[in-house]
């Protein structure tokens, strides 16, 4: 069977990551994974280099104006709307498409017809013809980035998209984390890592964690993720807390992700010599005998002998 998945690719690039793994090893479920992997990995390509120019400001609070192009982009990525909708309020979200058979959205903005449609036909090809029988649940183990619209939403312009897998694993998730230029550290709240790691055990708190106005907040524990970046993997720590938001990156991997740029510090050039002036201090008439008086020496009466 592994021979016969291996025969059937279409994708060098494919081909080229399987023959470096181990001909024990290489089996058939491994042979799919690496594929989905692969077209995921090329898809997040696509997907950043949409955002290339969409950086944070240095101050992630202050407003600014968006450009004519990104207005014209930020249309609904689910529905086909001119304004992006808030996922709840969408039309589109309980709808089903007719074209890759997804909930969520409609088939005129369905990317299958577009990139995606090749990308699916091959990695469904080396997939056995039962599969198509199971389930959805059986369906999510691969990575789908088809109904992800990456173009921030102008009420919560600090949301990024955040692929990140555990470096004991190869799948890869994406959720939605807040950019935060003023964090110290990377947060992930609770109950997103039990839905995704479950009872998987956590390191040892790494830092102490004060909110606003030094405001302690309750740190359960951290964990080592790997953070992708179209070809590029950044290994960043993340403290959980037991809050009910949204994951957070810090100043540091936001810089490095991307996500946010800091123009350069210049050192200061002195243009002209300091001017040292003369202080004035006034001083009454009896300040001034007294410094007087202090000064002249006493007078010493001395003898001298006459010669006549």
């Known amino acids: 069977m592994r021979n016969l998945l291996m025969n059937g690719l279409t994708s060098r690039e494919i081909y080229r990551e399987c023959l470096k793994e181990k001909a024990d090893q290489l089996s058939s ?5 690496i594929a989905s992997n692969i077209e995921a990995r090329n898809l997040m390509d696509e997907d950043l280099s949409d955002m290339a120019n969409q950086l944070l400001p240095s101050n992630a609070l202050s407003r600014g104006s968006p450009s004519t192009n990104s207005s014209k982009s930020l249309s609904c990525g689910w ?19 007719n074209k890759c058979g997804k909930m969520g959205h409609w088939g005129k903005v369905c990317r299958m017809k577009n990139r995606a449609g090749n990308v699916k036909t091959r990695v469904h090809r080396i997939m056995d013809s039962n599969d198509h029988d199971q389930s959805d649940e059986d369906d999510a183990t691969s990575v789908d980035f088809d109904s992800l619209n990456t173009f921030p939403d102008p009420k919560d312009p600090h949301l990024r998209p955040l692929w990140f897998s555990d470096p004991q694993k190869s799948d890869i998730h994406l959720i939605e984390a807040e950019v ?26 790494s830092v102490i964690i004060k909110a606003y106005g030094d405001q302690p907040v309750r740190n ?35 810089e490095e992700m991307g996500y946010i740029s800091f123009p350069p510090v210049k050192q200061p050039i002195l243009l002209s ?14 300040q001034a005998t007294e410094k007087i008086s202090a000064k002249k020496p006493s007078l010493q009466h001395s003898t001298r002998s006459c010669h006549h």
């Open 29 to 33: 479920k491994r042979v799919m994974e």
């Open 79 to 97: 529905c086909g709307g001119r304004k992006r909708c808030r996922r709840q309020e969408c039309p589109a979200k309980d709808s089903k498409c």
């Open 273 to 286: 010599k300091p001017i040292v002036q003369e202080v004035y201090t006034i001083t009454t008439k009896m």
């Open 220 to 254: 359960l524990g951290s964990k080592l993720l790997m953070l992708h970046i179209g070809k590029r993997i950044l290994q960043y720590r993340f403290q959980i807390c037991d809050v009910r938001k949204n994951p957070i990156i810090g100043r540091q991997a936001s």
């Open 180 to 205: 935060d230029s003023g964090a110290g550290c990377n947060t992930f709240p609770l109950y997103v890592y039990k839905k995704i790691f479950g009872a998987a055990p956590m390191d040892r708190p």
